[in-house]
């Protein structure tokens, strides 16, 4: 069985315009969610304890529920309300809010990971609240947070895929387009795979290196 | 103090000879990448002799140890256990190889080894700890090893702890349970790797004493310690290593009162309570 | 007051236990597979961990929803004739192995390595040591991750409502488009969700607690 190189070729156009899609909708999410967990993590470690209970349960609620079910539940909810979101815009809002709940938790592990004797040593030495957290807790928990973003944003790149189901045309809508109109699914599917595996990959790559980076720094 | 009879314990010199070589270790040699962890290492550990390891951090005395135990490799010289070549075989072509895991498991299964930070099972009740290798490594029936167990367990003062998980024992009495383990698999030879070292100061005297009386019982025994004093008591022969070499040994009085080398002379000044120069 | 909801409420549940056997079915597979990639990738040679890493590696990068869509089509056109049930389930069951593997491989590695010794000091051998003394250590130590593998397992069987399978998701979907009451019946769909992966949660959450070792 010979792979259809030429088929390959010839939709190559079709499927790099939706993987142009897919890396539009991943990078305005991931920015979208670093925003939103931050405001979720403060939210969360503030002294008023209904706001951290609300976020709290924010937090779970997103957790627990799948994030197809948040896309429908958005799409299909405000177009029968009379308020009808574009595909694309429902996906970027769905994603954001899930991932935005665990970049929240990830803003959290790493914040109250450094260790309660550097912020007694920084207080002891006459730093306000304030100043201890910029200048001791910040920089440290930023170290630790990065690899776990990373890995938050090649699950987000998969998670794009769902979006195909609100006709959103991206990569993988573009290969369902393609199933439907053709034979060569196995050349598609190979395709699609292989797309998918060099975004996630580069973006594993450009993490080794932040990392690689990071541990020199210190 | 629960006191050890020599009849109650297995007795490891039956049949033998005492002052006959058990352990003959020439020319012992290791590295760790680049650096020489063991360099031309020598020693024989006679039957029934008590033979303490002292020397600085980092002189090589638990790595000396660990490959009498065969939980090592090294790559220069040879170890015999009455007078068996173990852990590597010559061939022929004179090219060293490392015996199989069922060999090296045997000769370990002959040999009792007690570590500084004990390792007890932790999913395992303390009964079980001790009889879970006689049973499963040696096939001994279970029955034997229980009554065994219990025996050792009561002389080394536990009797009431046979049902609990060492999370619930105090570091010396997990400690003493690790020693137990360990002899309930009748051992021909004890190690003991600084067993005291991680211990809370109260607690390390009741493991000490467990140890005296091992040796008065006739055991042979390889003991790296931190503890002049019970080092200086108990053992018939002391070595001294520094940087991977054995500097000076011999009997306690000569080791203390009277040191040749510059450098056991550098170290039991750190320890003037021990010594008397 | 979720009139909609509350009377399409068995249809949900009827797909909430389908989605209930999807999950049990696969994490089990999944469980197999996974710890036996595990096991491969720690005690294996350079062959069978480099595969294991392979393997591992390309169902990380690629989504769940290329490889159901993958099985989906493809099967058909090479003439193997599996009703989408089963294939759904090996599907699910084959990517989250990967996860399953990374989780057990952890859990294996992380059991101190004086237990190692310990065992070996005493004589045992290789295959006493790993069923005694470690393994049992390891698998409570996997246990949380386990659990929290299962949550996201729950969810993802929602993607078989793309291909499909008559799970909670697709009921909804089904009973969204006759009812177009679709804030409350996807409302409910993740309601039941909820309840379903927050309990694990809570479960995971609980065995991490229990199980903890002072090592």
């Not at chain 2, 020319?27 to 303490?52: F, P, Q, T, W």
């Not at chain 2, 279970?142 to 609990?164: I, P």
């Not at chain 3, 490889?67 to 084959?94: E, K």
Request: aromatic share 8%; net charge positive.
């Amino acid at each position: 069985m010979s792979f259809g190189w030429n088929f390959v070729a010839r939709n190559l156009p079709l499927f790099a315009e939706g993987a142009i899609v897919t890396i539009q909708l991943s990078v305005l999410a991931i920015l979208a969610a670093l925003v939103w967990g931050l405001v979720i993590v403060l939210a969360r470690l503030s002294r008023w304890r209904l706001l951290a209970l609300t976020a709290t349960g924010y937090i779970e609620l997103v957790r627990n529920t799948p994030v197809l079910v948040q896309m429908y539940f958005i799409y299909f909810g405000l177009a029968f309300a009379g308020l009808p979101l574009s595909g694309f815009a429902s996906a970027l809002l769905a994603l954001t809010l899930q991932n935005g709940g665990y970049i929240a938790e990830i803003y959290r592990a790493g914040i109250e990971s450094i260790s309660r004797n550097q912020i007694d040593a920084a207080r002891g030495l006459g730093m306000r609240k304030l100043l201890v957290l910029r200048l001791v807790v910040l920089p440290q928990a930023f170290f630790r947070i990065v690899p776990a973003i990373g890995n938050q944003f090649v699950v987000m790149i998969k998670d794009t895929s769902l979006a195909s189901t609100l006709s959103v045309a991206e990569l993988m809508q573009a290969a369902r387009i393609l199933t439907d109109r053709t034979a060569a699914t196995y050349e598609v599917f190979v395709t699609l795979a292989a797309f998918y595996l060099v975004m996630t990959a580069f973006v594993t790559l450009l993490l080794r290196l932040c990392e690689r980076r990071i541990a020199a720094l210190r | 103090m629960p006191v050890i009879s020599k009849s109650a314990l297995p007795t490891p010199i039956e049949g033998r000879a005492v002052g006959q070589p058990m352990v003959e270790i020439r020319g012992l040699g290791k590295s760790y990448g680049r650096s020489r962890v063991l360099h031309d290492v020598s020693l024989e550990i006679r039957n029934g002799e008590v033979v303490a390891v002292i020397g600085p951090s980092g002189s090589g005395k638990t790595t000396l140890l660990r490959c009498i135990d065969l939980l090592e490799e090294f790559e220069q010289g040879e170890i015999r256990i009455d007078g068996e070549a173990v852990g590597y075989r010559v061939e022929p072509r004179g090219r060293r190889v490392r015996r199989p895991e069922r060999e090296l498991a045997a000769a370990r299964s002959q040999i009792g080894i007690v570590f500084q930070s004990f390792n007890l099972f932790p999913h395992m009740k303390v009964l079980r700890n001790v009889i879970v290798a006689p049973v499963r490594v040696k096939g001994e029936a279970r029955a034997e090893v229980e009554a065994r167990a219990r025996e050792l367990l009561a002389r080394v003062g536990l009797a009431d702890k046979l049902d609990a998980y060492p999370a619930a024992l105090s570091n010396g009495q997990q400690q003493r349970v690790a020693i137990a383990r360990a002899l309930a698999m009748r051992p021909k030879l004890m190690l003991f790797d600084e067993v005291t070292s991680a211990l809370d100061p109260e607690l390390v005297g009741e493991v000490l004493e467990v140890i005296r009386q091992l040796a008065a019982a006739g055991m042979t025994m390889l003991i790296v310690t931190h503890e002049m004093q019970f080092a200086r008591d108990v053992a018939h022969r002391i070595v001294f290593m520094d940087s991977g070499s054995i500097i000076e040994e011999g009997p306690p009085d000569q080791i203390f009162e009277k040191p040749t080398s510059e450098r056991l002379r550098n170290f039991l000044r750190r320890y003037h309570r021990a010594c008397v120069i | 007051m979720p009139s909609v909801l509350i009377a399409n409420l068995w249809l949900l549940l009827g797909g909430a236990a389908t989605t209930v056997e999807l999950s049990v079915a696969s994490a089990t597979l999944a469980a197999l597979i996974g710890f036996a990639l595990a096991v491969l990738q720690v005690f294996g040679g350079a062959l069978l961990r480099g595969i294991a890493e392979v393997y591992v590696y390309f169902v990380r990068g690629v989504p769940l929803l290329v490889l159901l869509f993958a099985m989906y089509y493809m099967l058909p056109y090479s003439g193997i004739d599996l009703p989408p049930t089963l294939g759904g389930i090996l599907v699910i069951a084959l990517y989250f192995a990967a996860f399953m593997s990374e989780v057990f491989r952890g859990a294996i590695l992380a059991v101190p390595r004086a237990q190692w010794d310990a065992g070996r000091g005493l004589g045992m051998r290789s295959r006493v040591l790993l069923s005694l003394v470690i393994l049992p250590q390891a698998l409570r130590l996997a246990a949380p991750p386990f659990v929290n593998t299962c949550v996201m397992l729950i969810k993802s069987t929602s993607l078989v409502s793309v291909i499909g399978l008559l799970e909670l998701t697709l009921s909804g979907r089904q009973i969204v488009e006759r009812t177009l009451a679709a804030f409350q019946i996807f409302g409910g769909v993740a309601l039941i969700y909820f309840v379903l992966c927050y309990c694990l949660s809570l479960y995971a959450r609980h065995l991490e607690k229990r199980l903890a070792y002072a090592h």
